[in-house]
């Protein structure tokens, strides 16, 4: 049974996570009564869907629909609605009606631009609001233009500092090991080393030494994230959602301790560059993105440049780091569920270092070039494995961010601001859907090697594998993205011996897309 708040304290109760004064939450909470009756009458409008024959999930609560049950087992949930109602259908989920589309309609959703993902996602869960970035100051298209144009085609220039960060970040949390070490969970282990890599391109080596901005780095995602509890009765209401999103990014003291230290280590760097750039004739100019931030970026009117360059580096480090650390994490785990695979993927190394005439107990920049990691298809076959099997369902919201309503193939209408949410589970993972049909074995199970020698690496998207979404909006950043990560598998496997020290679990439930065990971490005795 869904429980509405019955007074202005019960909602105060939501935000008080967030460390407000006694006078902001009484502010923020006067606001969210008048708020919360008015989105109601409006909320009652707009709940049902369009009459276009498409069938639509049963339900009995008007507020939190299917919620509950999808939440309880959302496998089974997924599974028998998709089999009863076929690939494209309604469901009342997270507070709204979405239209799910799966099997090949999703084209028909990433191909559109009608569509929008970052509009679907903000709805419930805007980062850069709760981060205290003013709206509209990173026009949705311009970080992606930014990564394309900056990020992506200097990879091979950027290769080795990010891979002397990653050995900087492994040994930071694994010391100098004597005696075997055990670790509760590969996360954090993943999430420092993704954190020291990053920061090197993104700001530059030079700050990238400031552990306290590292810090920033790695952890800024995870604890904003943690502010927002997504309860049943808020869902309905995403404006007050986004209200409760603005008051964590306005008064929140963490976020304003991230943003201070962010302003404290990139603005006087900001300042030298520029100073130097006009007084030395043969100054060095930084090869990084926050270079290209000083030389490019379109400050927006009332901003300084410091408060845009913090403001961008912020989006770049939530759309990059905890979801690179968290695939990271997956594929340590398939490998740890596996661990036959960990001898072959070092035959593997051992084999693409000799071709390449490399001293396999070299420095690692030296050792995990560009080419050299991108010449191991074992290895991306594992990662393109791991990443279909990702705990995902219902994924990926877009919506109709237009004033008109789209028209599928089959005749289903999305409403404006209707949103559609993409089976993940049906594409990526059902046996029934037979156009992805193999000889290797059941989409459901895990094949490490099911990619091998396909021509389809773990960057190529398609229809059967939408981590990165598809079409031209896919993830620009992916490329970087799998080289963290298969350097990362590659290093510790030179350097260590791991093992699981208990069982592997990979969530069935949509609380966490992280698996979970404890590995203990021997060094390796090199030749």
């Not at 460390?19 to 923020?28: A, C, D, E, K, P």
């Not at 996602?121 to 930014?146: T, Y």
């Amino acid at each position: 049974m869904i429980v509405v708040p019955s007074s202005i304290n019960q909602i105060l109760d939501t935000i008080k996570d967030i460390n407000l004064s006694s006078r902001q939450q009484q502010s923020v909470g006067v606001i969210t009564a008048a708020a919360l009756v008015t989105s109601y009458t409006i909320y009652k409008l707009w709940l049902k869907g369009p009459s276009d024959g498409c069938p639509t999930v049963p339900y009995r609560n008007p507020l939190t629909g299917s919620s509950a049950e999808f939440r309880r087992d959302p496998r089974a949930f997924v599974e028998e609605w998709t089999a009863k109602l076929g690939p494209v259908y309604r469901v009342h989920l997270f507070g709204r009606m979405h239209t799910i589309v799966s099997g090949r309609y999703v084209r028909e959703v990433f191909l559109n631009e009608s569509f929008n993902f970052m509009t679907g996602i903000n709805k419930r869960f805007d980062m850069q609001l709760m981060a205290g970035i003013p709206s509209g100051s990173i026009p949705q298209d311009e970080g992606r233009k930014f990564v394309v144009k900056y990020l992506t085609p200097h990879l091979k220039l950027f290769t080795a500092r990010a891979v002397e960060n990653l050995n900087i970040g492994l040994g930071e949390m694994l010391g100098d090991i004597k005696e075997p070490k055990e670790l509760p969970h590969m996360f954090p282990l993943v999430q420092r080393m993704v954190a020291r890599a990053s920061a090197s391109v993104f700001v530059g080596k030079e700050l990238a030494k400031d552990d306290d901005l590292v810090d920033t780095f790695q952890n800024i995602t995870t604890d904003i994230g943690s502010m927002i509890r997504i309860q049943s009765w808020l869902e309905p209401f995403t404006w007050l959602m986004r209200l409760r999103m603005w008051a964590i990014g306005k008064y929140s003291p963490k976020v304003a301790s991230y943003r201070r230290k962010m302003h404290e280590s990139i603005g006087p760097e900001v300042d030298r560059r520029i100073k130097a750039a006009k007084e030395n004739p043969n100054w060095e100019r930084p090869v990084d993105i926050l270079q290209d931030l000083i030389e490019h970026a379109q400050v927006p009117r009332g901003q300084t440049l410091h408060q845009h360059i913090v403001n961008y580096t912020m989006g770049l480090i939530f759309a990059s780091i905890h979801t690179t650390s968290e695939n990271g994490t997956i594929v340590l785990y398939r490998i740890l569920q596996n661990p036959e695979l960990m001898q072959e993927l070092l035959e593997e190394q051992k084999e693409v270092l000799q071709q390449y005439g490399v001293d396999p107990n070299g420095e690692a920049k030296d050792v995990f070039t560009f080419d050299i990691i991108k010449d191991m298809p074992k290895l991306d076959s594992i990662i393109r494995e791991s990443l279909r099997l990702r705990n995902e369902f219902y994924e990926l919201t877009h919506t109709n961010v237009t004033s008109k309503k789209i028209v599928l193939s089959n005749g289903t209408v999305i409403p404006p601001d209707g949103d559609v949410l993409v089976n993940s589970w049906y594409n990526q993972q059902f046996d029934g859907w037979t156009d992805y049909k193999d000889d290797v074995g059941s989409r459901a199970e895990f094949h490490p090697y099911r990619f091998l020698n396909t021509g389809r690496p773990s960057t190529k998207v398609g229809d059967d594998y939408l981590v990165f979404g598809e079409g031209k909006h896919a993830c620009p950043g992916r490329w970087f993205a799998i080289q963290e990560i298969k350097t990362i598998v590659s290093i510790l496997l030179r350097d260590y011996i791991v093992t699981p020290s208990s069982d592997v679990i990979f969530p069935t439930t949509t609380a966490t897309a992280m698996p979970f065990g404890s590995a203990t971490v021997v060094k390796r005795q090199r030749a």
